[in-house]
């Protein structure tokens, strides 16, 4: 009878045990998204409810955007209300805004104009601290300057809080890919775009520039997508097929100069529960925005 008793013990024990861990177990997905100039500046809606629909089948936990043209806080509202996310904060609504949404509440720390291009927010939402940034793309110095801008905030945050996400578009190439741009198509295609320009350009002494991701490595902050890829063809964000139509390129030619410049960072802290990372660069998405999104799941206890 007490044998009896003993194992009916143990048994509510490990059930309880191991209820408890499922229960406070959770995933946290993350998805950054330049959506194309606002999906043609307001007018595109078919291409708008297409990306709605896809964020909305991803059941993301936050998700960071960029190139909010002709956005209102109403409509960005809209759109996160369609993948099911309650709350929702836009920068700005004039010129090339970012924005973020959340299944959880955002409380917005700072709206970052100073000495930036287009912007950046830092907001905090579901415990974490997160910034949303879109560097420019059209000068690298100008792009170090708004580096060592989101970089001071950030080592005011880590005094406080040990979850930090930075993620948008950078439009500037890691280092941890230099070893994948072989083919010098991209150096050339840059060259002959940054044509006396001089170092007011994308590349730094007329070569391919990793300084700017080289200073988030440096912070240090962690990589998603690099510890779970390994090829250009998967980390690839840039250039969408959808630019083909627009710039009479053929499909092989835009696979040729693929190259990252949309990324998400971690703390190192979070980076500890990273479970999976990628670009989502495949068939779903080659028509619906000129980047490619970049998602990453967490492991929270």
Wanted: aromatic fraction near 12%.
């Amino acid at each position: 009878m007490v044998s009896k008793y003993y194992n009916f013990i143990v048994l509510i024990f490990f059930i309880g045990v191991f209820g408890f861990s499922q229960q406070d177990s959770k995933t946290v997905k993350i998805i950054s998204y330049n959506i194309w100039n606002g999906y043609d500046f307001g007018k595109d809606e078919k291409r708008r409810a297409q990306v709605v629909n896809w964020i909305d089948s991803e059941q993301p936990t936050i998700v960071g955007l960029q190139e909010l043209v002709n956005y209102t806080p109403k409509k960005l509202e809209e759109d996160a209300n369609n993948w099911g996310h309650l709350y929702s904060v836009l920068l700005k609504e004039k010129g090339y805004s970012v924005g973020l949404t959340s299944k959880s509440p955002i409380e917005v720390k700072e709206t970052i104009f100073e000495d930036m291009h287009h912007g950046a927010l830092h907001c905090k939402t579901g415990g974490f601290d997160v910034f949303v940034i879109h560097f420019s793309p059209s000068s690298y110095k100008k792009r170090q300057q708004e580096a060592e801008i989101i970089l001071k905030k950030l080592k005011e945050v880590v005094k406080s809080n040990p979850n930090y996400i930075v993620m948008g578009d950078f439009n500037a190439l890691s280092p941890m890919d230099a070893d994948l741009y072989k083919n010098d198509v991209l150096l050339n295609r840059l060259r002959l775009s940054n044509k006396d320009k001089g170092g007011a350009g994308n590349l730094a002494h007329n070569e391919l520039d990793y300084s700017v991701i080289s200073s988030f490595m440096a912070f240090p902050l962690i990589d998603a997508c690099q510890k779970f890829t390994n090829t250009i063809n998967e980390r690839g964000s840039f250039p969408g097929r959808i630019l083909g139509k627009v710039n009479s390129e053929s499909v092989e030619e835009l696979v040729n100069r693929l190259q990252r410049i949309d990324y998400i960072f971690l703390s190192p802290l979070l980076s500890k529960k990273l479970s999976n990372a990628q670009v989502y660069n495949k068939e779903p998405n080659w028509y619906l925005s000129d980047h490619y999104p970049v998602g990453v799941e967490l492991k929270m206890q």
